[in-house]
C-alpha cells in the first residue's frame, strides 16, 4: 500500500509546481490571535481527551468488553484525523507566506481520505453494536465476540485506504502548471482539481460520486438503522424505547457533525463561497474534542474507570 502511494507521488513529480501556497482563515492579526487560541485549546483538549479514553479502556480490565473497544478505537481514529491538518495550521496562523510541498499535499489527501474512509466505517459498526445490544441483549456476546471486532478494525481500515488510493489516482496523472493557491488552510482534493491545467470535469464528477454520495449514504444507512432500533424497542416497552432514546442520542449526534461537513464539502465539492474552508475548522478541530465528551464522558462505567485509574496512580505514586 505504502508502496503504491510512493510511485503516485513520483508521477506527480512531472507537474511544474512544487508547492502550493496557502491562504489560511483570514489576514486580520486579532482574527489571528482568537484562532490560534481557540484552535491550540481544542486540538490540546481532543487529543488530550482522546488519549484519556484510550489508556482508560486498556488498562481498566472492566472495560474490556466490544463497546468499549469500539469506543477506544474511534478515539484513536479521531486522534489520527485531527492530527492531519491541525498542527500545520496552528504553526502556520501567523506566517504571512503559508507553504505546503506538492508531497505534502497528496500526503495531506491521502491521510484525510484514508482516515477519514475508516471512521464512516467506524461508525457503521457502532450502530452495528448499538442495535446488537438494544434488540438482541442475549445473543450480544456471542454475535459481538473479538474476533468479529477485530474484522470490522480490519474491514475498516483496509476500506479507509483503499477509498484514499482510489481517491489519489484521480490526481496521479494531472499537470500542476500553475496557479498554484488554495484558499484554505489545508489541501483537499476539489481544491487541488480546480488547479490542475487540463478539463478535470469527469474528475470532479467522480469525486462526487466517490465521496459524496459515500458520505450521504453511509449517513442515510446510520440514520434508517437508528430509526430501525427505536421502532423496534418501541414495540416491546415505552420504558426501553425512552432508555434506548437517551443511549442512541450520543450517536446521533457524533454521526450529524461528522457526516454533516462531510455531504456539504463533497455533494457540493466546488463552492463558490468561503463557507466550507470554516466547516473544515468545526471538522478538525471540535468534532474530535465533543466524540470523548459526547459518547464517554456522560458514560456512567467509563468515569467510574476514570476515577479507578486516577486513584490507582496516586496510590503508586505514594509507594514510589
Known amino acids: 500500500m505504502l508502496i503504491l502511494v510512493s510511485e503516485a507521488m513520483g508521477r506527480l513529480n512531472h507537474s511544474v509546481v512544487s508547492e502550493f501556497v496557502l491562504l489560511g482563515l483570514t489576514d486580520s492579526w486579532e482574527t489571528q490571535s482568537l484562532l490560534f487560541i481557540f484552535s491550540l485549546l481544542f ?4 487529543m488530550t481527551g482522546n488519549l484519556v479514553i484510550v489508556l482508560t479502556v486498556t488498562l481498566d480490565a472492566h472495560l474490556h468488553s466490544s463497546m468499549y ?3 477506544a478505537n474511534l478515539s484513536v481514529i479521531d486522534m489520527g484525523f485531527c492530527s492531519i491538518t491541525a498542527p500545520k495550521m496552528i504553526c502556520d496562523i501567523f506566517k504571512k507566506h503559508k507553504t505546503i510541498s506538492f508531497r505534502g499535499c ?8 484514508a482516515v477519514g474512509g475508516t471512521e464512516m466505517v467506524w461508525l457503521m459498526a457502532m450502530a452495528f453494536d448499538r442495535y446488537v445490544a438494544i434488540c438482541k441483549p442475549l ?35 494531472l499537470p500542476f502548471c500553475g496557479p498554484n493557491v488554495f484558499d484554505s488552510f489545508y489541501c483537499d482534493l476539489p481544491r487541488l482539481l480546480r488547479l490542475a491545467c487540463t478539463n478535470t470535469q469527469e474528475l470532479e464528477f467522480m469525486v462526487t460520486v466517490n ?5 450521504v449514504g453511509s449517513f442515510v444507512l446510520l440514520v434508517i438503522s437508528y430509526i430501525f432500533i427505536l421502532l423496534t424497542v418501541q414495540k416491546h416497552s415505552s420504558g426501553g424505547s425512552s432508555k434506548a432514546l437517551s443511549a442512541l442520542s450520543a450517536h446521533v449526534t457524533v454521526v450529524i457533525l461528522f457526516f454533516g461537513p462531510l455531504m456539504f464539502f463533497y455533494t457540493w465539492p466546488f463552492p463558490t463561497s468561503h463557507l466550507d474552508k470554516y466547516l ?3 471538522d478538525a478541530f471540535v468534532t474530535p ?3 470523548p465528551v459526547i459518547y464517554t464522558f456522560r458514560n456512567k462505567d467509563m468515569k467510574v474507570a476514570m476515577r ?11 509507594i514510589s
Open 43 to 46: 486540538y490540546f483538549a481532543s
Open 69 to 71: 473497544f469500539l469506543l
Open 106 to 113: 497528496m500526503t495531506q489527501i491521502f491521510f484525510s481520505h
Open 139 to 173: 445473543h450480544y456476546l456471542t454475535i459481538m465476540s473479538p474476533r468479529v471486532c477485530l474484522c470490522f478494525l480490519v474491514t475498516s481500515w483496509i476500506i479507509g485506504l483503499i477509498h484514499s488510493l482510489v481517491q489519489l489516482a484521480f490526481v496521479v496523472n
Open 211 to 215: 465521496s459524496g454520495l459515500i458520505s
Open 280 to 282: 473544515a475548522i468545526f
Open 289 to 291: 474534542f465533543l466524540n
Open 308 to 318: 479507578r485509574l486516577c486513584s490507582h496512580l496516586v496510590f503508586y505514586r505514594k
